[in-house]
């Protein structure tokens, strides 16, 4: 079984509790689908299904390479170099105190 050669490059581990939306769809007022989280810095995309793919075209020009899904229930990653779905355990929801 293949393993994920970028785990590295995950900084971000505290996942936000709740998100506007994609940044970038927001900035030109859009919708989206579902929303991915850049594990290296942050930013918040749209996934693939949306139009304009946002969190893909933010990881080829980044060169970030590990998404994770924002979506309720769902606690996948993506690394797009190693094209694995990975499972990050260090990666959490923060909640409120």
Same mark, same amino acid.
């Given at each position: ?24 769809? @927001?900035?030109? $007022?859009?919708? *989206? ?10 930013? =918040?995309?749209? +996934? ?21 899904? @924002?979506?309720? $229930?769902?606690? *996948? ?10 499972? =990050?355990?260090? +990666? ?6």
């Amino acid at each position: 079984m293949r393993a994920c050669t970028h785990l590295d490059r995950v900084h971000i581990t505290e996942l936000p509790e709740s998100v506007e939306g994609c940044e970038d769809r @927001l900035a030109i $007022g859009s919708k *989206w689908l579902h929303l991915w989280i850049c594990l290296e810095c942050g930013h =918040i995309g749209c +996934c693939d299904d949306s139009p304009n793919r946002h969190a893909t075209a933010h990881a080829a020009s980044a060169g970030h390479p590990i998404i994770r899904s @924002l979506q309720p $229930g769902e606690d *996948w990653s993506w690394c797009f170099v190693d094209r694995l779905v990975i499972l =990050i355990r260090r +990666c959490r929801v923060q909640t409120s105190p």
